[in-house]
């Protein structure tokens, strides 16, 4: 649209510039009075106004036939942008750029009124040029405001296969875990139960008969801690564990737990030692921090032939304070370190004890199956949801013939 410029549209030009703040503040005031316009009330005079202030101008620049310093379009994109930043629904941003039209009509019709004498061929000039204002602007905005929305609709679909992609994976680990328990509680049934007829047999010598009670009693409680563990578990990922937060001394909570465990050290031949600051007050809670420890040390303890299991502890700055229990068993060879859900290989900023790289992902479930076999799946399990009960993560180190290590990193101050 090519049109010469006279002195009405100069003139029209002049009027809203004049206008310009009594313009803004009716589109603010009929924006904010209509019913459903909830998020127009939140916003600064400033916030709302955003890009607008822009596009007048480069209406105000058109009307007056001069080089355009601004795209409509493109600032009408950026306001879309803003509304979408600030919760707008799409039915408030289109409601609110008719508002803004509606006004500069009305703007429009009260100039070539108060004119004398208009010239129809320049009125229908002026209202093009307001249409065409209208246009880009709800053009601008509409458009940007769809395509975050497209956008962001496709984000949710990708979140959506991704989460349904692990509760799939979860639930595959899941049933593993609970087929190799299953497994282990029929052998040990069956030990007990071949036990308890062996018994039964007049013939049955008194060491015998001995062996075969020893037998009983070793698997009755192996069958008794299993079925506990599992009932842990269960209650774990119902949600159900309570969690008690307190402040307390973790240096001395912790000494006391290690000096508990030095009988079952000793009667194993092992030396368990215990290293960290003296003092080091925490927010969290220390009977699930008690059962998180007990799992890992018995576990060194008991797949540890000789040498040592070390646990110790230090504050990580100000935010964050870790636990470490490390072994001198058998380890882990390299390629079978894995984690339990991906949580307990070091992560990126973590400094490997051993000096190896973190694992790759897709020997993790060769790990998992093999502490499955080795009675340990059910606790490592437990131990991770304790952890991220307390905010906590978990984190594992292993290397054939050298050992294991398991490493704790806790918030200072727990938070809900």
């Not at 709800?138 to 991704?162: F, K, M, P």
């Amino acid at each position: 649209m090519d049109i010469p410029v006279d002195s009405s549209l100069i003139s029209l030009a002049n009027y809203l510039t004049a206008r310009r703040e009594a313009i803004l503040n009716n589109w603010l005031t009929v924006c904010q009075a209509e019913p459903g316009f909830n998020t127009t009330r939140g916003l600064s005079r400033e916030e709302f106004n955003n890009k607008v202030p822009f596009m007048l101008n480069v209406l105000d620049q058109r009307l007056r036939q001069v080089p355009l310093q601004g795209d409509i379009r493109l600032l009408a994109g950026e306001h879309g942008l803003h509304r979408w930043q600030k919760g707008y629904l799409l039915r408030e941003l289109m409601g609110e750029i008719r508002h803004l039209n509606t006004i500069l009509l009305a703007e429009l019709r009260q100039f070539w009124q108060a004119s004398p004498a208009p010239d129809a061929e320049r009125v229908m000039s002026s209202y093009e040029y307001v249409s065409w204002f209208s246009a880009q602007s709800n053009q601008g905005s509409v458009e940007q405001y769809t395509e975050l929305q497209r956008s962001d609709a496709s984000s949710r679909v990708q979140l959506l296969e991704q989460a349904l992609d692990d509760l799939n994976e979860l639930t595959r680990q899941r049933g593993d875990l609970l087929r190799t328990a299953s497994h282990d509680l029929r052998g040990s049934f069956g030990v007990i139960q071949g036990a308890a007829s062996y018994l039964n047999l007049m013939e049955a010598s008194e060491s015998d008969r001995k062996e075969m009670l020893e037998m009983l009693n070793r698997n009755l409680t192996t069958v008794r801690e299993m079925v506990i563990q599992l009932m842990d578990l269960s209650r774990l990922e119902a949600g159900q564990e309570p969690v008690t937060i307190q402040t307390f001394d973790a240096s001395q909570h912790l000494n006391k737990l290690v000096d508990s465990y030095q009988p079952l050290a000793i009667e194993r031949g092992l030396v368990l030692k215990a290293d960290g600051p003296s003092d080091l007050q925490v927010q969290s809670d220390p009977l699930q921090l008690q059962r998180i420890v007990q799992n890992l040390v018995l576990n060194a303890l008991k797949n540890t032939s000789s040498g040592w299991v070390s646990v110790s502890w230090a504050a990580e700055g100000d935010y964050r304070w870790l636990i470490s229990i490390q072994d001198s068993g058998p380890g882990l060879p390299n390629q079978q370190v894995g984690s339990l859900s991906q949580v307990l290989a070091p992560s990126p900023e973590s400094s490997s004890a051993f000096g190896l790289p973190n694992p790759e992902a897709d020997a993790r479930e060769e790990a998992i199956t093999l502490a499955s076999k080795q009675g340990e799946g059910i606790g490592l399990s437990i131990v991770k949801r304790l952890c991220e009960l307390l905010g906590a993560s978990l984190e594992i180190e292993a290397k054939a013939g050298q050992g294991t290590l398991f490493r704790i990193r806790m918030p200072i101050n727990w938070k809900a």
